[in-house]
């Protein structure tokens, strides 16, 4: 099975800051990595697919990078909406997900 | 519009067996598979397997076979989940989660979740 690492487990952050998240995976995935959003009592919502492709509707201060094993989620001026946890999820080998990100208010 | 909409919260007893649905809506059910998540409180994300709705096919997480049980009813566009022998440690949220199937895709699509504690 494909492992996913993700770090930081929690970061602490300010409106306005830049924020990266890292995932890296355990063996190749291409780019086929994505990211998702959760808030607290809600399902995750999908931000970015293929790596770095932004879904519909989700605010371009989102953006993804990287292939093959590591991977990076940018905030460029975090938001309070913004305030949640953040997973990555491989689909090139069936499903894995990180263990999450939290991101929180400084 | 798309919608997951999934069954209420269950409780049961160590040892017993849940089924949850996740009916479907707004689309063409068999272009997708249908993806299975849990999430223990104030945990992560654990996948759990997928069901392709078109040929039925079926993937399940290691750590979940021969407990697990994915079927899918394509006359009401209804997936259902069964996890049998339950523990405690199976006290999670359960989301069914749609995927497409023509082509390499993460989910896009959620349903609301269903509680599902398991405890004496």
């Known amino acids: 099975d494909i492992q996913m690492t993700q770090s930081p487990s929690t970061l602490s952050a300010s409106v306005g800051d830049r924020v990266t998240i890292t995932c890296r995976a355990s063996q190749s995935i291409s780019m086929w990595l994505a990211w998702f959003q959760q808030k607290p009592g809600k399902a995750p919502k999908l931000l970015i697919y293929?790596?770095?492709t932004l879904e519909s509707g989700v605010p371009s201060r989102f953006s993804g990078s990287g292939s093959g094993t590591e991977f990076t989620l940018t905030i460029s001026s975090l938001q309070p909406e913004d305030f949640a946890t953040y997973y990555c999820q491989q689909y090139n080998n069936y499903s894995t997900f990180g263990q999450g990100t939290k991101v929180e208010i400084k | 519009q798309v919608q997951l909409v999934q069954s209420g919260s269950e409780v049961k007893k160590p040892g017993a067996s849940v089924k949850v649905s996740c009916k479907a809506s707004?689309?063409?059910?068999?272009?997708?598979?249908m993806h299975w998540v849990r999430q223990a409180p104030g945990q992560g994300l654990e996948w759990m397997g997928r069901i392709n709705l078109n040929a039925g096919s079926i993937h399940y997480a290691q750590k979940f076979q021969g407990r697990v049980s994915m079927t899918r009813d394509t006359s009401t566009s209804t997936v259902y989940m069964e996890l049998s022998s339950l523990r405690s440690e199976d006290t999670a949220v359960y989301y069914c989660?749609?995927?497409?199937?023509?082509?390499?895709?993460?989910?896009?699509?959620w349903g609301q979740g269903t509680l599902v504690i398991v405890s004496s």
């Open positions: 707004g689309y063409t059910f068999t272009d997708y598979l």
């Open positions: 989660a749609r995927v497409y199937s023509a082509y390499a895709s993460p989910p896009d699509y």
């Open positions: 293929k790596a770095s």
